[in-house]
């Protein structure tokens, strides 16, 4: 049985912020779930993945984040209490949903789930999504900690019904990826059946309808607003004539500095854990008889903004600061010692902390770089592309594992913008430059959105090349399926498997070729010819990720060495591949035979024949 599955009621429990999240839905009774599939979301959906095996819970990777929005809309509009998750810029794709949503309204409880990324760990872009629960006039729920965000989470589907909306759960990188003690509550039994009754006057968004249910839903936000001043997640801690206004992990900061500065008693606290709609009667009783208030929020200063407007509308008299040049940054992640200064230096406490260690007499430690893994098929197609289109190519990329391939020594990735946006910026850069155009796509980003520009692609005629780099799962966000996986290899049945040759010669693509990108020689050559065709070509390198194959066990048979009397030491192989498992001892190249994985493109280039396979015993 599946870990989140086991233990008593009132048993405690160790999980991580993610797995709490899952177990949190699952006692919640949620019964439809969907996703595509990123950081730092990827592990409540690879748990309720595993959970859907062992019970009635109905899972879904979906192509993209707009399809999962859609699969919820309607679960949750047939009875059934539906999550949808995915991380903060999956958002932008399901938007156009979303935004629709909100007017029609839900039947039960749809939590949509969006993990921001402050610092970009794992991302393009740091956007504060707290803007969609404005934009789009519904409710966000933001926890502070991990035991929290499993209990919060059941309370987002209550209010989603309280309210027959939407409701957006905005989590942090901080709180999906630390761990806690939590404790389990009984599950409550799922309704799985649904039944949705036909109301097209208010279901079919035509302008009358949508005018109608515009009102709905400014009335629903009146409602949520009132919800919200009187919401146990939103409460006043402490006393004084200071004040800070914090949400999210910041809370736990601020928290932190207030014990560590000694002024715990001088400060009192507001902490909207349902940031949107904001609680304006307990802002109001906050800020009476406060001098000062500091606001710690990542990102954006919304709640900045908006506690500075109540209180020129009440006409209230204090000093309001948050994002400033000498206190907090709109930039990157918080942690207790950005807070910890923050507060001291904005209410003039003295920093009495412990001063970082000095560290200036030691060597600088040597970069570290995100690197393709050993035997990554990408590394084999970028050398065979760039051997074929040379340096005067453009290489556009796009979302994946094989972003990585714009570093030295691969240097393969000339602009990345978002998902699937590859094929389009190549017949951007194609038709205003006039000059060879690469674009790369990964299987999962293909059916994910490329599809739509490869079809854009042939009907304007542009004159491209697109490698899909077809690895057999979505690799980067920890092996999710797509529509390319076989999915019995997983244990599953009942699956379709989509071929993207098919699909790619379907849309009218003149040249098409798949190849085993292993086989240098051969990549090199389709990839030369589909350059030289006129038009949309594609190639398509199909190669299992090694990781995935391993976590299969189809791992290697062999592994490379380098024959010591053979080698000239031109490190073809090292400045050319940049492979992990090399390395460098008494200046001669030799292989790591524990990273090694036995794909033997270094062997395919070595002008001296100097690396061999030997067969592992």
């Known amino acids: 049985m599946h870990k989140l599955l086991q233990g008593e009621p009132e048993s405690r429990h160790f999980l991580l912020g993610n797995e709490a999240i899952a177990r949190g839905a699952i006692e919640a009774g949620v019964a439809f779930a969907t ?24 899972f879904e990777y979906s192509s993209n984040e707009k399809i999962a929005l859609e699969l919820a809309s309607a679960s949750a509009n047939s009875g059934l209490r539906t999550l949808c998750l995915m991380k903060h810029v999956g958002v932008n794709v399901a938007a156009d949903v979303l935004m629709t949503l909100a007017y029609l309204g839900v039947k039960k409880g749809l939590v949509l789930l969006t993990a921001d990324d402050p610092f970009m760990f794992s991302s393009q872009n740091e956007q504060d999504n707290r803007y969609y629960g404005r934009l789009a006039g519904i409710p966000v729920l933001e926890p502070s900690s991990v035991d929290e965000a499993k209990e919060m989470i059941k309370y987002a589907f209550d209010l989603s019904e ?13 709180v999906n990826h630390s761990s806690g003690i939590v404790e389990f509550k009984d599950i409550a039994a799922p309704q799985t059946k649904g039944e949705f009754i036909k109301d097209p006057m208010n279901y079919v968004s035509v302008p009358a309808v949508s005018r109608k249910r515009h009102k709905v839903l400014l009335d629903n936000l009146e409602k949520a607003a009132t919800i919200s001043d009187s919401c146990s997640y939103n409460f006043i801690k402490g006393k004084g004539s200071l004040g800070i ?9 601020v928290c932190d500095s207030l014990k560590d500065l000694g002024i715990e008693d001088k400060v009192k606290i507001l902490r909207p854990g349902l940031s949107h709609p904001m609680p304006d009667a307990l802002i109001k009783e906050f800020l009476k008889d406060t001098e000062k208030v500091l606001v710690v929020e990542e990102g954006e200063p919304i709640m900045e903004e908006y506690v500075r407007s109540v209180a020129q509308t009440e006409k209230i008299a204090c000093e309001i600061k948050g994002k400033h040049k000498d206190l907090l940054s709109r930039l990157y992640e918080f942690n207790p010692s950005i807070v910890r200064s923050a507060v001291a230096n904005f209410f003039g406490f003295e920093n009495k902390s412990a001063k970082p260690v000095d560290t200036s007499d030691l060597p600088v430690l040597p970069n570290r770089p995100p690197n393709l893994c050993a035997g990554c098929s990408h590394r084999a197609v970028f050398y065979a592309a760039k051997k074929a289109g040379g340096a005067e190519t453009l290489y556009p990329s796009d979302i994946g594992c094989y972003t990585l391939g714009f570093l030295p020594p691969v240097g393969m990735g000339d602009f990345v913008l978002c998902m699937g946006a590859s094929i389009g910026t190549a017949c951007g850069f194609s038709k205003s430059t006039g000059k060879n155009t690469l674009a790369f796509i990964g299987d999962s980003t ?13 009907f304007n005629n542009h004159d491209i090349t697109v490698v899909i780099l077809d690895n057999r799962t979505t690799a980067m ?3 999710q399926p797509n529509p ?9 049945e009942n699956y379709n498997q989509i071929d993207i040759e098919a699909v790619v010669k ?4 003149g040249y098409v070729q798949t190849v085993k990108p292993y086989n240098i020689r051969k990549t090199q050559e389709a990839i030369e010819e589909a350059m030289k065709f006129k038009g949309v ?26 024959n010591q009397d053979k080698c000239k030491n031109h490190r073809n192989c090292v400045n050319d591949l940049g492979c992990p498992a090399f390395y460098i001892e008494n200046d001669q190249v030799n292989i790591n035979p524990d990273m090694c994985t036995g794909c033997s493109v270094c062997a395919q280039i070595c002008p001296e024949n100097a690396i061999s396979p030997v067969k592992i015993k």
Do not use: W
């Open 484 to 492: 390319g996986v076989d999915m019995t290899e997983l244990g599953f």
């Open 446 to 458: 293909f059916f994910h959105s490329g599809i739509n520009g490869l079809l854009n692609a042939v």
């Open 162 to 174: 309280q309210l027959n909306e939407p409701v957006i759960f905005r989590t942090t990188t901080r």
């Open 506 to 509: 379907s849309l009218g693509v």
């Open 537 to 562: 070509s594609v190639v398509i390198a199909k190669e299992k990720c090694v990781l995935y194959a391993k976590q299969l066990g189809q791992g290697k048979k062999t592994v490379f060495q380098v």
């Open 245 to 253: 206004i914090c949400n999210g992990v910041s809370y736990s900061y």
């Open 35 to 58: 996703t595509y599939p990123g950081t730092p979301s990827s592990e409540i959906s690879a748990n309720l993945f595993e959970i859907s095996k062992e019970t009635d819970l109905y």
């Open 477 to 479: 966000t920890g092996h």
